[in-house]
Structures are given as structure tokens and as C-alpha cells.
């Protein structure tokens, strides 16, 4: 064997990498044909990983959410009962107190911008006598005129002046925080039921 023969050729001529003889196919096809084969095993590997990845955090999430959810409901049947307690014994006993407060904040709106001969009360015949001790309890609130019907319920009042009619329903008010506990009690039921 030649020195020539075992060196590659290196002259301007065509490449010997190049060459192909006999049918034979390119060496730097087969390199290429090995190198994509190998990016698309590891592309593939990498969706498989993350694939995977995903589908155990979702499952994490679920537990997680179910759990709280649980959680939540646990506490909330344990308290339920106190705080039904509470509101059933409170709320009915502001039903007075509430009125004198809600008509005295609604007069004193109005008394800023109106005389108090401009202001008119009418409240239930129930509430006349807790109305009109607030009225009498001061002599600018006792030039307000109050009137009794037999119409309307024991927390219902109208204040009005001028153009201006304000309607005030303690019993109504009282049935809207109470829906509105009863929703906030029975909301990780309905979360509950949702996850399931």
C-alpha cells in the first residue's frame, strides 16, 4: 500500500467523501439520516415528558381543589348550626332598632338639602310609637309629620320630601343578609357538587 493511496486527496478535483461507487449510497446521508432519526427520538421524548407532566399536575390540582372544597364543607357544617343560632336570635330583635336607625339615617340625608316641614314619615301602625319617640327626642326632628298605615307591615316605612321618596323594609333587608349567609353556608356544597 501507497502513502498515496491511504491519504485523502486533497487537489481541486472532486472529493472522494462524495464518490460513490458501485450503487453505494453517501456516507453524510446516512450520517444525516442517523442524526434526524435521533432528534425526532428526543423531540418525541420530550412530548412524552411533558405529557406526562401535565396529566400529574392536573391530577394534583383536582385532588387539591377536592380536598379544600372538603375541607371547607367540614368546617361550615360544624359552625352552621352556632351561626344559625345567632342570626335566628339577633336578626329578629334589630327588626326595631333597625327602623329608628334607618329612618333617622334616611332624615338626616335629607334634612342637609330640606326644611324638616318638607319631610314626611308614614310607617305601620306596629312601628308608630318607636318612630315618633326618635322623631320627639329632638325639637328639629319633632316638626316632621308622621302618619300610620294600616297597609303596610310591621319595618316598612316611606320617607319622603319633595320629589323624593325613600322606602324603608326592615323585614326585607333582614330576609336578604339571611339568604345571603345561607348562600355563603351552602357554597362549597354547590363547589362540591361542581368537582364531582
Known amino acids: 500500500m501507497s502513502a498515496i493511496s491511504f491519504f485523502e486527496d486533497c487537489s481541486l478535483g472532486q472529493s ?10 453517501d456516507p453524510l446521508e446516512g450520517y444525516e439520516t442517523g442524526y434526524q432519526a435521533g432528534w425526532d427520538d428526543a423531540v418525541k421524548a ?4 411533558q405529557s406526562h407532566l401535565t396529566s400529574t399536575l392536573t391530577q394534583n390540582l383536582e385532588q387539591v381543589e377536592f380536598t379544600l372544597v372538603e375541607a371547607q364543607t367540614q368546617l361550615l357544617t360544624k359552625i352552621r348550626p352556632v351561626l ?3 342570626f335566628n336570635t339577633i336578626l329578629p330583635c ?3 332598632e333597625s327602623l329608628r336607625s334607618l329612618v ?7 334634612i342637609k338639602t330640606h326644611a324638616a316641614t318638607d ?3 308614614v310607617v305601620s301602625e306596629h312601628d308608630e310609637a318607636t318612630v315618633a319617640a326618635l322623631l320627639n327626642s329632638t325639637k328639629a326632628l319633632s316638626e316632621i309629620p308622621l302618619s300610620a ?4 307591615s310591621e319595618g316598612q316605612a316611606y320617607v319622603t320630601c319633595a320629589t ?9 333587608t333582614i330576609t336578604e343578609v339571611q339568604n345571603t349567609i345561607d348562600g355563603f353556608l351552602n357554597q362549597p356544597e354547590l363547589e362540591q357538587s361542581h368537582v364531582r
Do not use: C, F, M, Y
Request: neutral net charge; without cysteine; charged residues 25%.
Open 16 to 25: 472522494p467523501i462524495t464518490k460513490t461507487t458501485n450503487g453505494q449510497s
Open 46 to 49: 420530550h412530548q412524552n415528558a
Open 84 to 86: 344559625k343560632e345567632i
Open 94 to 96: 334589630l327588626n326595631q
Open 104 to 110: 333617622s339615617h334616611e332624615i338626616e340625608s335629607l
Open 119 to 121: 319631610i314626611s314619615i
Open 149 to 152: 298605615k294600616e297597609t303596610l
Open 164 to 172: 323624593v321618596q325613600r322606602k324603608i323594609d326592615v323585614h326585607q
